[in-house]
């Protein structure tokens, strides 16, 4: 990677992010034992039930088959009973390496070249699924794990040790780090399973949700504007185009950039890379200039000289002059490339600092530019003038929300949050731990999604408000900061009850947030400027829309409007909503 063309003043959360891959940072949702996402098998004829959906070939298919063979093999011949009452525990284990959650129920999530976190042999199971294998089975663990070779030695210890007792077993000997992957559970866990029923309520602050669109169903990744006057709004999918998309829900046909060719991802539901994120030079009326962060292809001398995946890269592009809907092909300029390892843990976001830089090199007063130990890109550890709060996924327990700063180290992986991880563990050096503003545990949810602060005023209940949520549990919440005493407050927002949310106000939305946006009204002037007033009208005025607004005086459209991208699994259904803050 180029040294010289380095982009610093663009404060990127995810540009942090770099540093965040290199510490083991986790997202749980479907993962292989590889770190990769699942996907459509073929030909399983041993292992069918993970056919449409998981991590296995025909050829891993035909080896769990082998295996399986094997750990029959090895039963003597006077111990046959113990294959008769457990050949289906065998088989049903072994294809677990096919589940689209292997790398959950293996305990395998490993993110680092350096720390090889080695997965088990023995899947982690349910409690009373546990308790019924152990009453039935408990003289097969042996046979398994001698099939599994001498490098499970510890792994088997432990569990013949465990095997002295059912509730030892159950817990020591097979209890998972997050044991609501645990099998069979997870196959119903409706976490897992998206199937979480979103709690209305009927109280001042709920929110109702309006639909705005569902054109983009490659993924629609990022909402932004270019502060043009325009109102447009600017989606980006995954794949790797960015559309235009007006306040009435109106998307122009034609895309306004398309790298389709240069983005390296898949359409596996899990894979991270792609189109990440976007930004527009803040001088953009005048220049036309922005920049896309995105993952692209490496060569294979470039892959085998790297170890690497794939690399992700940002790259300035210029509007074309002739037309404000379509970029210059001929114009575009590589800033910042990095290599990453894993397909998974990709964050993306992108923006400028408030500080008036945009000035393409290594700000002289970024904290590390003169440290050989660290990087001169480097503005925060695991991230990067203006109060920038990026939320951070966390690995087992704890999800937080922290306000970058300066030189800050956030103390991966000593801390997880407020809660010491591994005391023993080296953290990047240097320095006092930074402290999240705010961190919860995973009761509430299992991958923070950063939001924004709310400085619109036809939602007064959210103003100064920073909303964010949680792509696992699909909860939204607020944070709150006390000027006075320096402390933050959090709080769930809860959905409105259906007599409350008319339509074409919804109060519903599948769970997996994964990101959040706002229009160009965000950036205007003070909000006390503008009076709080419907200056939007809604795209297609109804006669119980009015009737809502009468009932409701502060139901309001939002000035600021608020875009919540939310879509269930990756792939379906992808819905991008505007957020309406109602006072019932
Ligand atoms: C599990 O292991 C710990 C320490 O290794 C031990 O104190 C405890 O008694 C064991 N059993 C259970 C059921 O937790
Ligand atoms: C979702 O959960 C509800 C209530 O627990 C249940 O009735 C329904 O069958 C579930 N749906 C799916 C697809 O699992
Ligand atoms: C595209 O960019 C090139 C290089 O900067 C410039 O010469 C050309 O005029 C631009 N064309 C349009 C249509 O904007
Ligand atoms: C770390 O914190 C301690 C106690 O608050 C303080 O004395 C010390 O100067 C801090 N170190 C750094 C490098 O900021
Ligand atoms: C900080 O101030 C707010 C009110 O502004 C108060 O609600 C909160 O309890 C205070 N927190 C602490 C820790 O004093
Ligand atoms: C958007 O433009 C306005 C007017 O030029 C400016 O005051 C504001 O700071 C800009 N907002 C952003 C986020 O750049």
């Not at 898949?266 to 009326?285: Q, V, W």
Request: charged share 20%; hydrophobic share 30%; net charge negative.
């Amino acid at each position: 990677m180029g040294r010289a063309c380095r982009k610093l003043n663009v404060i990127w959360c995810s540009g942090l992010l770099f540093l965040v891959l290199i510490v083991v940072k986790i997202k749980c949702h479907p993962q292989c034992l590889d770190s990769r996402p699942p996907f459509k098998g073929t030909g399983l004829t041993f292992c069918s039930q993970y056919q449409d959906y998981g991590c296995c070939t025909s050829q891993d298919d035909v080896q769990l088959k082998e295996r399986y063979d094997r750990i029959q093999q090895l039963i003597p011949p006077e111990n046959q009973q113990i294959w008769t009452d457990c050949s289906e525990y065998a088989k049903t284990f072994v294809c677990q390496e096919c589940s689209p959650y292997a790398a959950h129920i293996f305990d395998a999530e490993q993110t680092t070249k350096d720390i090889v976190v080695k997965p088990r042999a023995f899947p982690g199971l349910c409690k009373n699924y546990c308790s019924t294998f152990y009453q039935k089975c408990k003289d097969f663990v042996k046979y398994y794990m001698d099939e599994a070779g001498s490098g499970y030695m510890e792994e088997a210890l432990r569990l013949t040790e465990a095997l002295s007792s059912q509730m030892e077993f159950c817990t020591n000997g097979t209890k998972l780090i997050d044991n609501d992957y645990c099998f069979p559970e997870l196959l119903t866990n409706p976490i897992l399973n998206g199937n979480i029923t979103i709690e209305k309520v009927t109280q001042e602050g709920c929110l109702c949700l309006e639909p705005m669109s569902t054109v983009f169903y490659r993924n629609p990744i990022f909402l932004k504007h270019a502060n043009d006057s325009s109102k447009r709004m600017f989606v980006g999918e995954q794949i790797g185009l960015v559309h235009i998309m007006y306040p009435d829900g109106r998307v122009l046909e034609e895309p306004f950039l398309d790298l389709t060719y240069d983005i390296k991802t898949t359409s596996s539901k899990g894979d991270e890379r792609g189109m990440l994120g976007m930004a527009f030079h803040p001088n953009y009326i005048n220049n036309g200039l922005f920049y896309i962060y995105y993952s692209t292809h490496i060569s294979d001398y470039e892959q085998i000289q790297s170890g690497a995946d794939h690399k992700i890269r940002i790259e300035e592009f210029k509007v074309r002059d002739d037309n404000p809907n379509s970029v210059n092909t001929s114009y575009s300029r590589v800033i910042l490339e990095v290599y990453e390892p894993y397909w998974n843990h990709n964050g993306g976001e992108i923006l400028f600092g408030d500080d008036g830089r945009t000035e393409y090199s290594i700000p002289p007063d970024n904290p590390f530019v003169n440290d050989i130990r660290a990087l001169p890109e480097v503005y925060a550890y695991e991230f990067g003038k203006g109060r920038i709060v990026c939320g951070d996924v966390g690995q087992s327990a704890r999800e937080e929300i922290d306000l970058i700063e300066k030189g800050a180290n956030y103390g991966w992986k000593k801390m997880e949050g407020t809660a010491p991880y591994c005391s023993a563990c080296k953290y990047a050096s240097g320095g006092n731990v930074t402290a999240p503003i705010w961190d919860y545990p995973h009761s509430f949810g299992k991958s923070v999604t950063g939001g924004h602060f709310y400085r619109g005023c036809q939602s007064p209940n959210l103003q100064g408000y920073y909303i964010y949520g949680d792509f696992m549990s699909g909860r939204l919440f607020r944070l709150l900061h006390h000027a006075n005493n320096d402390t933050w407050t959090n709080k769930e927002l809860k959905m409105c009850a259906s007599n409350v949310c008319v339509p074409p106000l919804v109060n519903d939305y599948a769970t997996s947030i994964i990101s959040f946006g706002e229009d160009e009204k965000a950036s205007t002037a003070p909000p006390s400027l503008h009076p709080p007033v419907m200056t939007t009208p809604p795209p297609v005025p109804t006669t119980t829309q009015r009737q809502v607004s009468m009932s409701y005086e502060t139901f309001l459209k939002l000035i600021r409007q608020w875009m919540a991208r939310i879509s269930p699994n990756f792939g379906n259904e992808n819905t991008v909503f505007r957020i309406a803050n109602v006072k019932p």
